[in-house]
Each structure stands twice: as structure tokens, then as C-alpha cells.
T-cell receptor
Framework: AQSVAQPEDQVNVAEGNPLTVKCTYS??????LFWYVQYPNRGLQFLLK??????LVKGSYGFEAEFNKSQTSFHLKKPSALVSDSALYFC???????????FGSGTKLNVKP | NAGVTQTPKFQVLKTGQSMTLQCAQD?????MSWYRQDPGMGLRLIHY???????DQGEVPNGYNVSRSTTEDFPLRLLSAAPSQTSVYFC?????????????FGPGTRLTVL
């Protein structure tokens, strides 16, 4: 079965500090992994994806994610957090038949001034 | 482009009522999908479509019907609403599910079933 897990319901970080939002996955075959962000009362917006290639993927708004096959992880990172980064973040994996996306439960990121 | 649009934004139903949530996209995307978002559970796939005339079930299809008569539209029908269907519903589309295309999401419909 395909699934992702986000072990932290909430992450708190001070503005200017680095941030990490964790995601682990379970898939059959090669993983197709995604990160999305949701601002209050809005739909989800695509941040970045890993399909193949370099384990460090760069995305929108200065975010990046590191794919680690041995740890089955795909953590979202940013070197210096902004207050405007405060939002709900979702990790997702594409199923083996490429027709279904499976989302994690979401992690609320709070960046304090 | 308007992207993915959803109507209505808010809806209150009584148990047993039926209704249709509308979703449309103007990007000529082949793939469209419906999700429900519940606190602590993330997004769960209800139904999806890989093209006009083709639909299939997701994780939580019970109580919902879909059809895809055109590329642009993908309505979601609640047959007999239940309080357990109180949720926020998102429609999404993507160019093609080859594994490397992002999904574009609509703004959502907040549904309350009393």
C-alpha cells in the first residue's frame, strides 16, 4: 500500500531560523513524492516534487526537500523561515498506477517573529 | 485562466438531502479528482477521472457519485447527505498523471450536514 506519514502535527520556529517539516513514505516501487502548502481558507498549492535524480530538490518560495531512500524520508526544509511561511504543509505520494495521490495528515508550521 | 473553480463555497444540508458540488477547469487537463479534508486526516481521495467518460473510485467513495461528460467539468454528487459527510471538499486537476505533474486545486467547498 502507498502511504505517507507526517509525524508532527505542529512545528514552531522563530523567524530567521532554519525549519524542517518531516515526512516518511511507504510505497511499492520508486516513489513519486510531493509537497503542498495550504494557507488559511485556500486550496493547496504545489511546492516541489521528487521523481528521480538529485536527492535535494528545490522548489517554490525558497523551500527544498531531501529525499533519503534508506530512511524512506522526504523532509521539507528552508534555511531561513519567514513569518509568511506559516501555513499547513502536506506531503503526498503518487500511487504505483499513477492515478491516485495519497496525502499525509498535514503539519501546521508556525513561524514567530 | 481561471484555473480550477468550485461552487458553492459554502453549503448547509439536512440529513438525507442530495446535492451536487460543481468543479470546472479551463486548463484542458485530462486528470481531475475530488478530495475531502478533515482535521487530522489530511486529504482523502473520493473519486478521480483520467479523461472524459472515465472515472474511478478513490479511498472513500461511498455516498458519492461522479461523472465526466466533458474535459472541463467534474461534478460530485452526494446522494443522501449524512453528518459524516461534513467536510471541506477540494477539486483538483493536472495535465496528465505520468507521475511528474503537479495538481492544481480549487478553493474548496465547505459542507455542513445537520
Amino acid at each position: 500500500a502507498q502511504s505517507v506519514a507526517q509525524p508532527e502535527d505542529q512545528v514552531n520556529v522563530a523567524e530567521g531560523n532554519p525549519l524542517t517539516v518531516k515526512c516518511t513514505y511507504s510505497v511499492s516501487g520508486n516513489p513519486y513524492l510531493f509537497w503542498y502548502v495550504q494557507y488559511p481558507n485556500r486550496g493547496l498549492q504545489f511546492l516541489l516534487k521528487y521523481i528521480t535524480g538529485d536527492n535535494l530538490v528545490k522548489g517554490s518560495y525558497g523551500f527544498e526537500a531531501e529525499f533519503n531512500k534508506s530512511q524512506t524520508s522526504f523532509h521539507l526544509k528552508k534555511p531561513s523561515a519567514l513569518v509568511s511561511d506559516s501555513a499547513l504543509y502536506f506531503c503526498a505520494v503518487l500511487g504505483y498506477n499513477f492515478n491516485k495521490f495519497y496525502f499525509g495528515s498535514g503539519t501546521k508550521l508556525n513561524v514567530k517573529p | 485562466n481561471a484555473g480550477v473553480t468550485q461552487t458553492p463555497k459554502f453549503q448547509v444540508l439536512k440529513t438525507g438531502q442530495s446535492m451536487t458540488l460543481q468543479c470546472a477547469q479551463d486548463m484542458n487537463h485530462e486528470y481531475m479528482s475530488w478530495y475531502r479534508q478533515d482535521p487530522g486526516m489530511g486529504l482523502r481521495l473520493i473519486h478521480y477521472s483520467v479523461g472524459a467518460g472515465i472515472t474511478d473510485q478513490g479511498e472513500v467513495p461511498n455516498g458519492y457519485n461522479v461523472s465526466r461528460s466533458t474535459t472541463e467539468d467534474f461534478p460530485l454528487r452526494l446522494l443522501s447527505a449524512a453528518p459524516s459527510q461534513t467536510s471541506v471538499y477540494f477539486c483538483a486537476s493536472s495535465e496528465f498523471t505520468s507521475g511528474d505533474n503537479e495538481q492544481f486545486f480549487g478553493p474548496g467547498t465547505r459542507l455542513t450536514v445537520l
